[in-house]
């Protein structure tokens, strides 16, 4: 699970350094990012998919993303997204 956090400035000096892969889905990116460890992750451009932790936001905040978008058009732009630990259930209750 993830929460969209917002569309974020980028530069050459990556505010999501860990490059996982291009032209990949949401989806995609969460599952990467998350076995990687990472908290945060972006799509940029036409589904670059970018791994990293809270500093983002380094560069500012942007309007210039279209994240609802299978092609986030817009170049040094993160639409950033941060994973949510998925609700752990709880633990059945067992009779002695």
Same mark, same amino acid.
């Given at each position: 699970?993830?929460?969209?956090? *917002?569309?974020?400035?980028?530069? =050459?000096? &990556?505010?999501?350094?860990y490059?996982? %892969?291009k ?5 995609? #990116? ?11 992750f *972006?799509?940029?451009?036409?589904? =670059?998919? &970018? ?5 983002? %936001?380094?560069?500012?905040?942007s309007?210039? #993303?279209?994240?609802n978008?299978?092609n ?5 732009v993160?639409c950033?997204?941060e ?5 752990s259930?709880p ?5 002695t």
């Amino acid at each position: 699970m993830y929460d969209h956090v *917002g569309c974020y400035i980028d530069q =050459e000096d &990556r505010a999501l350094p860990y490059l996982v %892969g291009k032209k990949i889905n949401i989806a995609q #990116c969460l599952s990467a990012c998350t076995e990687l460890g990472f908290k945060f992750f *972006g799509i940029q451009w036409l589904g =670059e998919c &970018r791994c990293g932790y809270d500093d983002y %936001g380094k560069y500012g905040k942007s309007d210039i #993303c279209i994240c609802n978008s299978p092609n986030n058009v817009g170049v040094y732009v993160n639409c950033v997204y941060e994973v949510i630990e998925p609700c752990s259930s709880p633990s059945p209750k067992i009779e002695t």
